[in-house]
Nanobody, 122 residues
Framework: VQLQASGGGLVQAGGSLRLSCAAS????????MGWFRQAPGKEREFVAA????????RYSDSVKGRFTISRDNAKNSVYLQMNSLYPEDTAVYYC????????????????WGQGTLVTVSS
C-alpha cells in the first residue's frame, strides 16, 4: 500500500491543523494505521494509532486530549486532527500502516508515507 500524507504547514501556538493520509494500492481497511513524528535531532516517536475499524485508538501522553486520530475506510484515508498545538509539536509527521494489530511500536508498521512538515511558531 502507498501512503501519502498531507496537511502540514506553519501554524501559531494554540492553533490547529488537520493531517490527512491517503492510501492507494490496497484498501486501508485491512490495516491498523498510525501517526508518528520526528523532530529535528530527535528520534521518531509514536503519536497516535487506530485499529482497522476505527473503534479503538491509542495516543502518546504528550498529545492525549489535544490530537484525535480517525479514519474513513470508504475514502481509504486516515486523519489526525491536531488542536492546541505547542512549539514542541514541530516535526515531520508520518502515517504508517500495520497489517497486524493496533500497536504503538514503529517497527511493527509495514508501510510508511513520505511525511508532512508541521511547524508551530511561538
Amino acid at each position: 500500500v502507498q501512503l501519502q500524507a498531507s496537511g502540514g504547514g506553519l501554524v501559531q501556538a494554540g492553533g490547529s491543523l488537520r493531517l490527512s493520509c491517503a492510501a492507494s494500492g490496497r484498501t486501508v481497511s485491512n490495516y491498523a494505521m498510525g501517526w508518528f513524528r520526528q523532530a529535528p535531532g530527535k528520534e521518531r516517536e509514536f503519536v497516535a494509532a487506530v485499529d482497522r475499524s476505527g473503534g479503538r485508538t491509542r495516543y502518546s501522553d504528550s498529545v492525549k486530549g489535544r490530537f484525535t486520530i480517525s479514519r474513513d475506510n470508504a475514502k481509504n484515508s486516515v486523519y489526525l486532527q491536531m488542536n492546541s498545538l505547542y512549539p514542541e509539536d514541530t516535526a515531520v509527521y508520518y502515517c504508517a500502516a500495520n497489517a497486524a494489530a493496533l500497536t504503538v511500536y514503529g517497527f511493527n508498521y509495514d508501510y510508511w508515507g513520505q511525511g508532512t512538515l508541521v511547524t508551530v511558531s511561538s
